[in-house]
């Protein structure tokens, strides 16, 4: 199965926990889809080369299948 890769870019002051879409800064979507393994690595390479990510930033990934996003129904 692929993933893709979504980064969330929080405030420092932002507990990890807390990082989320609706908390971010900043929410992007890393091109492509990765097996599992490579997923994570493919957002924090995705969130170091976008230039949006500031020092003291928190950087927290989510990777998603396509059919977690499917309304149950």
Do not use: E
């Amino acid at each position: 199965m692929l993933y893709t890769a979504y980064v969330a870019v929080c405030l420092a002051s932002t507990p990890v926990q807390d990082c989320n879409r609706d908390s971010a800064l900043n929410w992007m979507v890393a091109p492509g889809m990765y097996h599992l393994s490579y997923c994570m690595v493919r957002g924090q390479q995705f969130a170091a080369t976008s230039g949006i990510v500031k020092d003291g930033d928190i950087v927290k990934v989510y990777c998603k299948a396509p059919d977690q996003f499917r309304k149950a129904g």
